[in-house]
Structure formats: structure tokens, C-alpha cells
């Protein structure tokens, strides 16, 4: 176990490196996160009383197509540069690269959760409670991840990659993408905190159930 989190972690380190080497993928990922944040509060008018119920739905829409762009460039630079045929040659389990790959963009999507939150709490003129909403936002962003992984190996390998990962990745994520606007919701409305129970453990459902069936598929994707 020790080795499998030691070529894990050497595989993040790698995808860290060239981040800050290039910053390409945090860097576009959060501008476009930022002005989609800033496109929506011009969109509603501030006070308006439902404002509290569509600001969940706001959050996790831009996480959600931030997400997308990150997962777009992780396989992307891998594939042009020759990188994941180097990869391959490596004598580790396939399941060892996609776990390395899934925490490096793993790591890339919670900064830039991290540094828009502060953002949509002032625009919208909604509370923060860090210790809840940080859990929803970690366990929401590990299944997203998870199977975002999975499919960003397949639509690498396609003419429109751009596309096609949107569209094997939505179906298959949108139950998380609920109930992390459901659960986000309970914790901006400090009277539905009671109903927030159940939602965190869906998601930890979730997130092992997306983690166990994409590290198995991964191997036959790679080898495609």
C-alpha cells in the first residue's frame, strides 16, 4: 500500500510541477470561473428573494463547466507531448495512473474552488460556513473527478475531444452535481440544516462507487 500511494503521489507531484512550471490549467479554469460568477450576479438583481435558492445552482454550475475545461487539458498534454506513452512504460499498475492523475486534477479543482468561493460569497451576499461547506465541496469534487478521469482518457484519444467529454461525463455525473446543490443549499438556508444529513453520505457513496468501477475501466481505456 505504501508503494501504490508513493507512485501515486510521484505521478501528482509531476502534473503539480507542470502546472506551476506552465500555470495553464489553474489559471484559465479560474478566470473562467470568475467571470462566470460575475456573468451570473449581473444576471439577477440584487435582494430578490429567491436569489438564496438559485445561488447553490449558481455555484455548482460554474464548478461543474470549470471542471470540464480542467478535465479537458489533463489527458490533452500527456497525448501531444507523447507523455502518457511514457506513462504506460512505466512498471506500475494502470490503476496507479489514474489515481495520480485524479488527485493532480483533483488538487487543480479544489484551488480553484477555494480561491472563487470568497468571490460568489461577496457578489451574492451569501454567508459562508467553512467546515460544512468545504466537506460538501471535497466529496462533491472527488466523485466528480473520479469518473472525469476516466472519461477525459477517452475523449483524448477522439477528433472532438472538446465535446465528446461533456457528453460522456454529464449523464453519468449529474446525480453528484444534485445532490451538492441540494446539500449546498441546506447550508445557505440555516433552517434546512436538518435535512443536510443525508447528502454527504450519498455522496461518499458515490464517490466510492465512481472511484472502485473507474480504476478498473481505466486499464482497458488506457490500453486503447
Do not use: H, Q
Not at 502518457?84 to 488538487?107: E, F, Q
Not at 472563487?116 to 467546515?131: D, E, H, K, Q, R
Not at 440555516?190 to 475501466?217: E, H, N, Q, R, Y
Amino acid at each position: 500500500m505504501r508503494a501504490f500511494w508513493a507512485k501515486t503521489l510521484a505521478i501528482a507531484w509531476k502534473d503539480v510541477v507542470l502546472e506551476l512550471r506552465t500555470k495553464e490549467v489553474v489559471t484559465s479554469v479560474l478566470i473562467f470561473a470568475l467571470l462566470v460568477i460575475v456573468i451570473f450576479n449581473f444576471a439577477f438583481e440584487p435582494g430578490v428573494e429567491s436569489l438564496g435558492l438559485l445561488a447553490p445552482g449558481v455555484l455548482w454550475v460554474t464548478f461543474t463547466f470549470a471542471g470540464v475545461l480542467g478535465l479537458n487539458r489533463s489527458f490533452v498534454l500527456e497525448k501531444d507531448k507523447g507523455c502518457l506513452d511514457g506513462l504506460m512504460l512505466c512498471p506500475v499498475d494502470r490503476s496507479v495512473i489514474y489515481a495520480g492523475k485524479m488527485l493532480g486534477t483533483l488538487l487543480f479543482m479544489l484551488v480553484v474552488e477555494i480561491v472563487a468561493l470568497p468571490v460568489f460569497s461577496i457578489l451574492f451576499n451569501m454567508p459562508l460556513y467553512p467546515p460544512r461547506l468545504l466537506l460538501i465541496m471535497v466529496l462533491a469534487t472527488v466523485g466528480f473527478n473520479a469518473v472525469g478521469t476516466l472519461f477525459s482518457a477517452i475523449a483524448v484519444n477522439t477528433k472532438a475531444r472538446e465535446i465528446m467529454l461533456p457528453l460522456l461525463l454529464f449523464p453519468i455525473v449529474v446525480p453528484v452535481i444534485i445532490a451538492a446543490v441540494k446539500a449546498t443549499g441546506s447550508i445557505l438556508d440555516v433552517k434546512l440544516w436538518g435535512g443536510m444529513s443525508s447528502w454527504p453520505a450519498l455522496l461518499l457513496a458515490f464517490d466510492v462507487i465512481f472511484l472502485i468501477i473507474s480504476s478498473i475501466l481505466f486499464e482497458f481505456v488506457l490500453e486503447e
